[in-house]
């Protein structure tokens, strides 16, 4: 079985190649660290599912877009999230979407720049970022999470921080993704 894939996902994900080889000091205070790529749903699915997400979580996405990433972590497993992005675009959309499922009392979202908020009470991040962009957060990711906090980053790496798990897959389009989980233990990396 062949899958085509539309010259715009294409190029979205030729863009988000060149744009992960960028060093971590191009990445702006105030500007975005990456391109709004969608997480396909079912890629946001094994996210969650790796993370092993459940109502006790607080789920955060640094760079929630359309906030589908907490607003599937609410309605599928009851979990509260907070979504941030800079776009107050994306933040419009996401606080629809979420009034649209239903979870508007269990999710929020924040016009804020992912390297200015406060994750400490977050017990989940996710990220799908650029490795730049997520080595300039691990220093405050790892500094602000509890111990046993799970981070999960669709696509990229965070440098030499080894993953406690790793996922490779297909997605329902036949693109190979890969997952990443590491898991907060008190120690600070910069």
């Given at each position: 079985m062949t899958h085509r894939r539309t010259p715009s996902i294409l190029l979205a994900?030729?863009?988000m190649a060149a744009l992960s080889a960028m060093p971590a000091a191009q990445v702006e205070p105030g500007k975005s660290l990456a391109p709004y790529v969608p997480t396909p749903q079912d890629v946001v699915d094994r996210m969650l599912k790796l993370a092993?997400?459940?109502p006790n979580d607080v789920v955060y996405d640094l760079g929630c877009g359309d906030g589908r990433i907490v607003i599937t972590a609410a309605k599928q497993y009851g979990a509260r999230g907070v979504g941030v992005d800079l776009d107050p675009e994306r933040i419009r959309e996401s606080e629809a979407n979420a009034k649209k499922a239903g979870v508007q009392d269990r999710v929020t979202f924040k016009l804020q720049d992912a390297t200015t908020v406060d994750v400490s009470d977050a017990t989940v991040v996710?990220?799908?970022l650029l490795s730049a962009s997520n080595l300039k957060?691990?220093?405050?990711?790892?500094?602000?999470?509890?111990?046993?906090a799970r981070i999960?980053?669709?696509?990229?790496?965070?440098?030499?921080?080894?993953p406690a798990k790793t996922d490779s897959f297909q997605d329902a389009q036949g693109m190979q993704r890969t997952l990443?989980?590491?898991?907060a233990d008190g120690k600070v990396r910069p």
């Open positions: 994900f030729a863009l092993e997400v459940g996710t990220l799908y957060l691990r220093p405050m990711l790892t500094k602000q999470l509890e111990p046993g999960v980053s669709h696509a990229f790496s965070m440098g030499d921080w080894e990443y989980l590491w898991k």
